[in-house]
Protein backbone atom coordinates (compact mmCIF):
# COMPACT_ATOMS: atom_id res chain seq x y z
CA UNK A 1 0.00 0.00 0.00
CA UNK A 2 1.59 3.15 -1.03
CA UNK A 3 2.35 5.50 1.61
CA UNK A 4 0.10 8.83 1.56
CA UNK A 5 1.69 10.50 3.92
CA UNK A 6 4.54 12.15 2.44
CA UNK A 7 2.82 12.42 -1.24
CA UNK A 8 2.45 16.55 -1.00
CA UNK A 9 5.78 16.78 -0.11
CA UNK A 10 7.05 14.57 -3.70
CA UNK A 11 4.42 16.39 -5.88
CA UNK A 12 5.79 19.85 -5.05
CA UNK A 13 9.25 18.14 -5.31
CA UNK A 14 8.02 17.26 -8.51
CA UNK A 15 6.62 20.59 -9.76
CA UNK A 16 8.61 21.47 -12.22
CA UNK A 17 8.35 18.18 -14.02
CA UNK A 18 4.70 18.23 -14.11
CA UNK A 19 5.41 21.79 -15.73
CA UNK A 20 7.90 20.21 -17.81
CA UNK A 21 5.49 17.40 -18.88
CA UNK A 22 2.37 19.89 -20.00
CA UNK A 23 4.43 21.74 -21.87
CA UNK A 24 5.62 18.45 -24.09
CA UNK A 25 1.54 17.42 -24.08
CA UNK A 26 0.35 20.94 -25.45
CA UNK A 27 3.95 20.59 -28.24
CA UNK A 28 1.70 17.45 -29.80
CA UNK A 29 -1.46 19.46 -29.31
CA UNK A 30 -2.44 16.80 -26.65
CA UNK A 31 -4.22 17.79 -23.02
CA UNK A 32 -2.37 15.69 -19.79
CA UNK A 33 -4.57 14.40 -17.70
CA UNK A 34 -5.17 16.68 -14.71
CA UNK A 35 -2.61 14.58 -11.38
CA UNK A 36 -3.43 14.68 -7.73
CA UNK A 37 -1.11 11.99 -6.41
CA UNK A 38 1.95 10.19 -7.70
CA UNK A 39 -0.06 7.25 -8.64
CA UNK A 40 -1.93 9.74 -11.30
CA UNK A 41 1.46 11.26 -12.43
CA UNK A 42 3.00 7.54 -13.04
CA UNK A 43 0.06 6.69 -14.89
CA UNK A 44 -0.66 10.42 -16.85
CA UNK A 45 3.28 10.13 -17.70
CA UNK A 46 2.95 6.59 -19.49
CA UNK A 47 0.11 7.43 -21.66
CA UNK A 48 1.95 10.56 -23.17
CA UNK A 49 4.75 8.64 -23.47
CA UNK A 50 3.11 6.18 -25.53
CA UNK A 51 1.24 8.66 -27.78
CA UNK A 52 4.57 9.85 -28.75
CA UNK A 53 5.95 6.58 -29.26
CA UNK A 54 2.94 5.97 -31.78
CA UNK A 55 3.16 9.89 -32.81
CA UNK A 56 6.84 9.06 -34.00
CA UNK A 57 6.16 5.54 -35.68
CA UNK A 58 3.30 7.30 -37.23
CA UNK A 59 4.95 10.86 -38.87
CA UNK A 60 7.80 9.40 -40.28
CA UNK A 61 9.24 12.47 -41.03
CA UNK A 62 12.13 13.46 -43.26
CA UNK A 63 12.71 16.90 -41.42
CA UNK A 64 16.00 16.09 -39.75
CA UNK A 65 16.19 19.23 -37.04
CA UNK A 66 12.30 18.47 -36.00
CA UNK A 67 13.35 14.50 -35.93
CA UNK A 68 16.57 15.54 -33.93
CA UNK A 69 13.64 17.85 -31.69
CA UNK A 70 11.60 14.63 -31.50
CA UNK A 71 14.34 11.94 -30.29
CA UNK A 72 15.26 14.70 -27.98
CA UNK A 73 11.76 15.20 -26.17
CA UNK A 74 11.02 11.51 -26.44
CA UNK A 75 14.69 10.74 -24.63
CA UNK A 76 14.00 13.41 -21.70
CA UNK A 77 10.33 12.14 -21.59
CA UNK A 78 12.04 8.42 -21.13
CA UNK A 79 14.01 9.34 -18.76
CA UNK A 80 11.04 10.83 -16.87
CA UNK A 81 8.90 7.96 -17.32
CA UNK A 82 11.47 5.65 -15.72
CA UNK A 83 12.04 8.71 -12.68
CA UNK A 84 7.96 8.51 -11.84
CA UNK A 85 7.97 5.08 -12.39
CA UNK A 86 11.52 4.54 -9.92
CA UNK A 87 9.81 6.74 -7.19
CA UNK A 88 6.39 4.71 -8.15
CA UNK A 89 8.05 2.28 -6.74
CA UNK A 90 10.23 3.00 -4.37
CA UNK A 91 7.02 4.54 -2.03
CA UNK A 92 5.82 1.32 -1.86
CA UNK A 93 8.72 -0.32 -0.95
CA UNK A 94 9.53 2.17 1.53
CA UNK A 95 5.38 2.19 3.26
CA UNK A 96 6.13 -1.94 3.53
CA UNK A 97 8.87 -2.20 5.80
CA UNK A 98 9.07 -0.64 8.93
CA UNK A 99 12.83 -0.49 9.59
CA UNK A 100 14.13 1.92 7.02
CA UNK A 101 17.64 0.69 7.23
CA UNK A 102 16.11 -2.83 5.34
CA UNK A 103 15.47 -1.18 2.36
CA UNK A 104 18.19 1.09 1.62
CA UNK A 105 19.53 -1.64 -1.09
CA UNK A 106 15.98 -1.74 -2.45
CA UNK A 107 15.33 1.86 -2.91
CA UNK A 108 19.08 2.66 -4.84
CA UNK A 109 18.98 -0.24 -7.21
CA UNK A 110 15.57 1.70 -8.39
CA UNK A 111 17.16 4.91 -8.16
CA UNK A 112 19.43 4.28 -10.43
CA UNK A 113 17.01 2.95 -13.14
CA UNK A 114 15.97 7.14 -13.20
CA UNK A 115 19.52 8.39 -12.01
CA UNK A 116 22.32 6.15 -13.97
CA UNK A 117 25.13 7.10 -11.32
CA UNK A 118 28.00 4.83 -11.17
CA UNK A 119 27.69 4.61 -7.08
CA UNK A 120 25.53 5.42 -4.15
CA UNK A 121 25.12 4.99 -0.60
CA UNK A 122 22.97 5.64 1.77
CA UNK A 123 24.41 6.40 5.75
CA UNK A 124 21.97 6.21 8.65
CA UNK A 125 22.26 7.04 11.92
CA UNK A 126 19.32 6.02 14.25
CA UNK A 127 19.23 5.87 18.02
CA UNK A 128 22.97 5.82 18.15
CA UNK A 129 23.06 2.90 15.50
CA UNK A 130 24.50 3.74 12.63
CA UNK A 131 23.92 1.58 9.04
CA UNK A 132 25.40 2.09 5.63
CA UNK A 133 24.60 0.49 2.17
CA UNK A 134 25.99 0.57 -1.32
CA UNK A 135 25.42 0.19 -4.68
CA UNK A 136 26.82 0.47 -7.44
CA UNK A 137 30.89 0.12 -8.91
CA UNK A 138 32.44 -1.29 -5.93
CA UNK A 139 35.68 0.65 -6.86
CA UNK A 140 34.35 3.81 -6.28
CA UNK A 141 33.40 3.30 -2.80
CA UNK A 142 36.52 5.46 -1.02
CA UNK A 143 34.87 8.14 -3.49
CA UNK A 144 31.52 7.52 -2.17
CA UNK A 145 33.25 7.57 1.90
CA UNK A 146 35.38 10.15 1.04
CA UNK A 147 31.91 12.66 -0.43
CA UNK A 148 30.16 11.62 2.78
CA UNK A 149 32.57 12.30 5.07
CA UNK A 150 32.74 16.01 2.87
CA UNK A 151 29.25 16.73 3.51
CA UNK A 152 27.48 15.11 6.07
CA UNK A 153 26.92 18.08 8.16
CA UNK A 154 25.88 20.11 5.15
CA UNK A 155 21.95 21.35 5.76
CA UNK A 156 20.97 21.64 2.20
CA UNK A 157 21.93 19.56 -0.80
CA UNK A 158 25.12 19.56 -2.94
CA UNK A 159 24.54 19.16 -6.28
CA UNK A 160 28.05 19.03 -8.79
CA UNK A 161 26.78 17.99 -12.31
CA UNK A 162 30.35 16.93 -13.14
CA UNK A 163 33.88 16.87 -11.71
CA UNK A 164 37.22 15.10 -13.10
CA UNK A 165 38.88 14.28 -9.79
CA UNK A 166 35.72 12.29 -8.17
CA UNK A 167 32.80 12.62 -10.92
CA UNK A 168 29.47 14.65 -10.39
CA UNK A 169 27.73 13.82 -7.23
CA UNK A 170 25.00 14.93 -5.40
CA UNK A 171 24.45 14.48 -2.00
CA UNK A 172 21.45 15.07 0.20
CA UNK A 173 21.02 15.29 3.92
CA UNK A 174 18.80 13.63 5.75
CA UNK A 175 17.38 15.94 8.02
CA UNK A 176 14.15 16.79 9.75
CA UNK A 177 12.76 19.09 12.18
CA UNK A 178 13.63 15.90 14.83
CA UNK A 179 16.74 14.70 14.00
CA UNK A 180 19.78 14.77 11.71
CA UNK A 181 19.28 10.63 10.11
CA UNK A 182 22.92 10.96 8.05
CA UNK A 183 23.12 11.41 3.88
CA UNK A 184 22.29 10.14 0.39
CA UNK A 185 25.08 10.18 -1.93
CA UNK A 186 25.09 9.73 -5.79
CA UNK A 187 28.01 9.52 -7.99
CA UNK A 188 29.17 9.40 -11.50
CA UNK A 189 33.04 8.63 -11.11
CA UNK A 190 34.62 6.69 -13.46
CA UNK A 191 31.98 7.58 -16.58
CA UNK A 192 31.11 10.19 -18.55
CA UNK A 193 27.55 10.72 -16.82
CA UNK A 194 26.58 14.69 -16.33
CA UNK A 195 24.48 15.11 -13.66
CA UNK A 196 21.00 16.92 -14.68
CA UNK A 197 19.00 19.45 -12.71
CA UNK A 198 16.24 16.49 -13.20
CA UNK A 199 18.76 13.98 -11.45
CA UNK A 200 18.71 16.22 -8.77
CA UNK A 201 14.90 16.23 -8.00
CA UNK A 202 14.74 12.46 -8.39
CA UNK A 203 17.52 12.17 -5.86
CA UNK A 204 15.28 14.59 -3.77
CA UNK A 205 12.38 13.30 -3.89
CA UNK A 206 13.72 9.70 -2.66
CA UNK A 207 15.74 11.02 -0.18
CA UNK A 208 12.44 12.70 1.11
CA UNK A 209 10.90 9.26 1.00
CA UNK A 210 13.45 7.82 2.78
CA UNK A 211 13.66 10.68 6.02
CA UNK A 212 9.80 10.46 5.92
CA UNK A 213 10.36 6.35 6.34
CA UNK A 214 13.08 7.08 9.27
CA UNK A 215 11.04 9.97 11.20
CA UNK A 216 7.95 7.58 11.34
CA UNK A 217 10.06 4.76 12.83
CA UNK A 218 12.00 7.41 15.14
CA UNK A 219 8.24 8.50 16.13
CA UNK A 220 6.62 5.29 16.64
CA UNK A 221 9.51 4.20 18.93
CA UNK A 222 9.53 7.00 20.37
CA UNK A 223 6.10 6.53 21.41
CA UNK A 224 6.85 2.73 22.07
CA UNK A 225 9.37 4.00 24.76
CA UNK A 226 6.91 6.13 26.65
CA UNK A 227 4.26 4.10 26.77
CA UNK A 228 6.16 1.26 28.27
CA UNK A 229 7.81 4.44 30.80
CA UNK A 230 4.56 5.01 31.89
CA UNK A 231 4.07 1.68 33.13
CA UNK A 232 7.14 1.32 34.47
CA UNK A 233 6.12 4.69 36.34
CA UNK A 234 2.90 3.71 37.17
CA UNK A 235 4.39 -0.10 38.40
CA UNK A 236 7.12 2.15 40.50
CA UNK A 237 3.68 4.52 41.70
CA UNK A 238 1.96 1.60 43.15
CA UNK A 239 5.24 0.13 44.71
CA UNK A 240 5.89 3.08 46.26
CA UNK A 241 2.24 3.63 47.79
CA UNK A 242 2.80 0.11 49.25
CA UNK A 243 5.42 1.66 51.22
CA UNK A 244 3.41 4.04 52.69
CA UNK A 245 1.53 2.35 56.01
CA UNK A 246 -2.53 2.45 55.35
CA UNK A 247 -3.15 0.79 58.73
CA UNK A 248 -2.17 2.88 62.05
CA UNK A 249 -1.71 1.88 65.33
CA UNK A 250 -4.79 2.18 67.60
CA UNK A 251 -5.35 2.13 71.23
CA UNK A 252 -7.39 4.41 73.95
CA UNK A 253 -4.59 7.23 73.96
CA UNK A 254 -4.29 7.72 70.03
CA UNK A 255 -6.34 8.59 66.77
CA UNK A 256 -4.28 8.51 63.40
CA UNK A 257 -4.10 8.92 60.49
CA UNK A 258 -1.76 10.42 57.11
CA UNK A 259 -2.07 10.59 53.15
CA UNK A 260 0.06 11.81 50.67
CA UNK A 261 -0.15 12.78 46.99
CA UNK A 262 2.83 12.72 45.19
CA UNK A 263 2.92 15.92 42.33
CA UNK A 264 3.68 13.48 39.07
CA UNK A 265 3.28 10.00 39.40
CA UNK A 266 5.80 9.12 41.75
CA UNK A 267 7.46 11.73 44.48
CA UNK A 268 9.62 12.39 47.18
CA UNK A 269 7.84 12.93 50.56
CA UNK A 270 7.32 9.50 53.33
CA UNK A 271 5.64 9.21 56.03
CA UNK A 272 5.39 6.30 58.71
CA UNK A 273 3.83 5.53 61.68
CA UNK A 274 4.14 2.73 64.26
CA UNK A 275 3.44 1.24 67.81
CA UNK A 276 6.53 0.05 70.35
CA UNK A 277 5.16 -2.53 72.86
CA UNK A 278 5.37 -0.05 75.92
CA UNK A 279 2.12 1.92 73.90
CA UNK A 280 4.78 4.48 72.84
CA UNK A 281 4.21 5.63 68.71
CA UNK A 282 6.92 6.73 66.98
CA UNK A 283 6.06 8.97 63.68
CA UNK A 284 7.85 10.24 60.57
CA UNK A 285 7.55 12.94 57.93
CA UNK A 286 9.75 13.55 55.59
CA UNK A 287 10.41 15.26 52.29
CA UNK A 288 13.07 14.78 49.59
CA UNK A 289 14.25 17.61 47.70
CA UNK A 290 12.86 17.89 43.90
CA UNK A 291 10.51 15.75 42.33
CA UNK A 292 10.18 12.70 40.08
CA UNK A 293 11.84 9.63 40.12
CA UNK A 294 14.84 10.75 42.01
CA UNK A 295 13.39 11.96 44.74
CA UNK A 296 11.23 8.89 44.65
CA UNK A 297 14.60 6.12 45.27
CA UNK A 298 15.56 8.77 47.84
CA UNK A 299 12.46 8.36 49.40
CA UNK A 300 12.59 4.63 49.16
CA UNK A 301 16.19 4.71 50.51
CA UNK A 302 15.23 6.92 53.16
CA UNK A 303 12.45 4.16 54.79
CA UNK A 304 14.79 1.89 54.45
CA UNK A 305 17.32 3.56 56.81
CA UNK A 306 14.30 4.85 58.93
CA UNK A 307 12.68 1.33 59.40
CA UNK A 308 15.83 -0.47 60.29
CA UNK A 309 17.73 2.25 62.03
CA UNK A 310 14.32 2.80 65.16
CA UNK A 311 14.62 -0.56 65.18
CA UNK A 312 17.86 -0.78 66.88
CA UNK A 313 17.29 2.74 68.76
CA UNK A 314 14.81 5.43 69.85
CA UNK A 315 17.35 7.61 70.83
CA UNK A 316 16.05 10.83 68.26
CA UNK A 317 19.55 12.59 68.38
CA UNK A 318 21.40 9.28 67.81
CA UNK A 319 19.30 8.53 64.88
CA UNK A 320 18.96 12.00 63.21
CA UNK A 321 22.76 12.56 63.19
CA UNK A 322 23.10 9.14 61.51
CA UNK A 323 20.50 10.05 58.94
CA UNK A 324 22.67 13.19 57.84
CA UNK A 325 25.78 11.35 57.87
CA UNK A 326 24.59 8.36 55.37
CA UNK A 327 22.33 10.84 52.85
CA UNK A 328 24.99 13.39 53.09
CA UNK A 329 27.60 10.06 51.71
CA UNK A 330 25.21 8.05 49.66
CA UNK A 331 23.95 10.71 47.23
CA UNK A 332 25.08 13.71 44.92
CA UNK A 333 25.66 16.82 46.26
CA UNK A 334 22.41 18.98 46.60
CA UNK A 335 20.21 16.09 47.84
CA UNK A 336 18.88 16.65 50.99
CA UNK A 337 15.87 15.62 53.26
CA UNK A 338 13.30 17.93 55.39
CA UNK A 339 11.94 15.79 58.11
CA UNK A 340 10.33 15.38 61.42
CA UNK A 341 10.52 12.60 63.87
CA UNK A 342 8.47 12.71 66.73
CA UNK A 343 7.55 9.81 69.54
CA UNK A 344 4.83 10.03 71.90
CA UNK A 345 4.52 8.15 75.11
CA UNK A 346 1.07 6.87 76.34
CA UNK A 347 1.38 9.33 79.02
CA UNK A 348 1.72 12.34 76.56
CA UNK A 349 5.60 12.82 76.54
CA UNK A 350 6.86 14.17 73.05
CA UNK A 351 10.01 14.59 71.99
CA UNK A 352 10.97 15.32 68.38
CA UNK A 353 13.69 16.40 65.95
CA UNK A 354 13.23 18.81 63.49
CA UNK A 355 15.60 18.65 60.73
CA UNK A 356 14.69 21.61 58.45
CA UNK A 357 11.12 20.82 58.29
CA UNK A 358 8.12 23.44 58.64
CA UNK A 359 6.91 23.70 62.28
CA UNK A 360 4.98 20.90 63.77
CA UNK A 361 1.51 21.71 64.92
CA UNK A 362 -0.16 21.47 68.61
CA UNK A 363 -3.53 22.44 68.39
CA UNK A 364 -4.27 23.19 72.13
CA UNK A 365 -8.04 24.71 72.50
CA UNK A 366 -7.37 27.25 70.47
CA UNK A 367 -4.36 28.26 70.23
CA UNK A 368 -1.18 26.50 67.88
CA UNK A 369 1.73 25.65 68.86
CA UNK A 370 4.47 25.63 66.49
CA UNK A 371 7.46 23.51 67.23
CA UNK A 372 10.06 24.33 65.08
CA UNK A 373 13.34 23.37 63.56
CA UNK A 374 16.19 22.01 65.83
CA UNK A 375 18.71 20.95 63.07
CA UNK A 376 19.46 21.09 59.25
CA UNK A 377 18.31 18.67 56.56
CA UNK A 378 19.66 15.29 56.59
CA UNK A 379 22.24 15.40 54.17
CA UNK A 380 23.54 18.85 54.00
CA UNK A 381 26.48 18.98 56.67
CA UNK A 382 27.07 15.25 57.14
CA UNK A 383 27.88 16.06 60.57
CA UNK A 384 25.04 18.23 61.78
CA UNK A 385 24.00 18.22 65.49
CA UNK A 386 20.51 17.76 66.68
CA UNK A 387 18.42 19.05 69.57
CA UNK A 388 16.32 16.81 70.71
CA UNK A 389 13.33 19.15 72.41
CA UNK A 390 10.63 17.83 74.84
CA UNK A 391 6.58 18.94 75.24
CA UNK A 392 3.76 17.33 77.69
CA UNK A 393 0.87 16.98 75.68
CA UNK A 394 -2.75 17.50 77.63
CA UNK A 395 -5.79 15.18 76.70
CA UNK A 396 -7.72 15.96 73.30
CA UNK A 397 -4.28 18.15 71.73
CA UNK A 398 -3.74 18.21 68.16
CA UNK A 399 -0.58 17.51 66.57
CA UNK A 400 -0.38 17.63 62.79
CA UNK A 401 2.93 17.85 59.97
CA UNK A 402 2.76 18.47 56.72
CA UNK A 403 5.35 18.62 53.64
CA UNK A 404 5.16 22.13 52.00
CA UNK A 405 3.38 21.23 48.86
CA UNK A 406 0.36 21.99 51.19
CA UNK A 407 1.70 25.25 52.07
CA UNK A 408 3.01 26.51 49.32
CA UNK A 409 0.29 25.14 46.59
CA UNK A 410 -0.74 27.73 44.37
CA UNK A 411 -4.12 29.09 42.95
CA UNK A 412 -4.86 29.96 39.06
CA UNK A 413 -3.85 33.86 40.18
CA UNK A 414 -0.41 32.05 41.29
CA UNK A 415 -1.52 32.76 45.29
CA UNK A 416 -0.60 30.73 47.89
CA UNK A 417 -2.26 28.23 50.37
CA UNK A 418 -0.33 29.44 52.83
CA UNK A 419 0.12 28.69 56.91
CA UNK A 420 -2.97 31.00 57.94
CA UNK A 421 -5.17 29.01 55.64
CA UNK A 422 -3.77 25.65 57.28
CA UNK A 423 -4.08 27.14 60.85
CA UNK A 424 -7.74 28.29 60.09
CA UNK A 425 -8.67 24.55 58.80
CA UNK A 426 -6.92 22.92 61.28
CA UNK A 427 -8.76 25.05 64.53
CA UNK A 428 -12.15 24.57 62.52
CA UNK A 429 -12.25 21.02 62.54
CA UNK A 430 -10.03 19.84 64.95
CA UNK A 431 -13.08 18.16 66.83
CA UNK A 432 -13.46 15.37 63.84
CA UNK A 433 -11.58 12.23 63.46
CA UNK A 434 -8.12 11.70 62.72
CA UNK A 435 -9.00 10.54 58.88
CA UNK A 436 -11.93 13.44 58.33
CA UNK A 437 -9.15 16.14 59.68
CA UNK A 438 -6.64 14.89 56.56
CA UNK A 439 -9.35 14.55 53.84
CA UNK A 440 -10.34 18.38 55.21
CA UNK A 441 -6.66 19.31 54.38
CA UNK A 442 -5.88 17.74 51.16
CA UNK A 443 -8.96 18.47 49.92
CA UNK A 444 -8.90 22.01 50.64
CA UNK A 445 -5.28 22.04 49.15
CA UNK A 446 -7.07 20.13 46.06
CA UNK A 447 -9.76 22.84 45.90
CA UNK A 448 -7.30 25.88 45.96
CA UNK A 449 -4.94 25.40 43.78
CA UNK A 450 -8.01 23.96 41.11
CA UNK A 451 -6.82 24.64 37.46
CA UNK A 452 -3.25 24.72 38.01
CA UNK A 453 -0.31 21.68 37.98
CA UNK A 454 0.16 20.02 41.49
CA UNK A 455 2.97 22.32 42.75
CA UNK A 456 4.90 19.62 44.87
CA UNK A 457 4.01 16.36 46.98
CA UNK A 458 1.26 16.70 49.44
CA UNK A 459 1.75 15.03 52.64
CA UNK A 460 -0.34 15.42 55.49
CA UNK A 461 -0.10 13.33 59.14
CA UNK A 462 -2.48 13.78 61.90
CA UNK A 463 -2.43 12.45 65.69
CA UNK A 464 -5.28 12.97 68.06
CA UNK A 465 -4.10 12.81 72.01
CA UNK A 466 -7.12 11.23 73.66
Given at each position: ????????????????????????????E????P?N?????????K?????I??????????????????????E??????????????????????E??????????????????????A??????????????????????????????????????V???????????????????????????????????????K????????????????????????????????????????M??????????????I????????????????????D???????I?????????????????????????????????????????I???F??????????????????L?????????????????????E?????F????????????????????????????????????????????????????????????????????E????????????????K??
Open positions: MVDRGNETQIMETLKPLVEFLEKISRLFRDFKVNLEDLFVATELYEYQRWVLDQKSNNEALQQLVDAQLELTATYEGLSALFEINKIISSVEPWMILSSVLKLLKNAVNFSAGVLLRINDKQYIEYYGDKSAENIINELIKRHQREENTIFDFDNDVGGHIAIPLKSEIGDYGIMVLSAYGSNKIFTAGDKIAEAVAQQILTAVNRYVMLQREIEKKRLEEQIQIARSIQGLLPKEFPTNERFDCAQSAPAIQVGGDYYDVFARDGTIVCCADVSGKGLPAALIMSSFRSMFRLSTKISDDLKMLAEQFDRMHQDETGRFITSIIFKITPYGEEYVNAGHDPLYILRENKIIKLSTGTPGILGEGWYDVEKFKLQKNDLIVAYTDGVVEARNIAGEEFGFERLQELIIRNRYLKASDIVDKIMNAVFFSHGTVQHDDTTVLVVYE
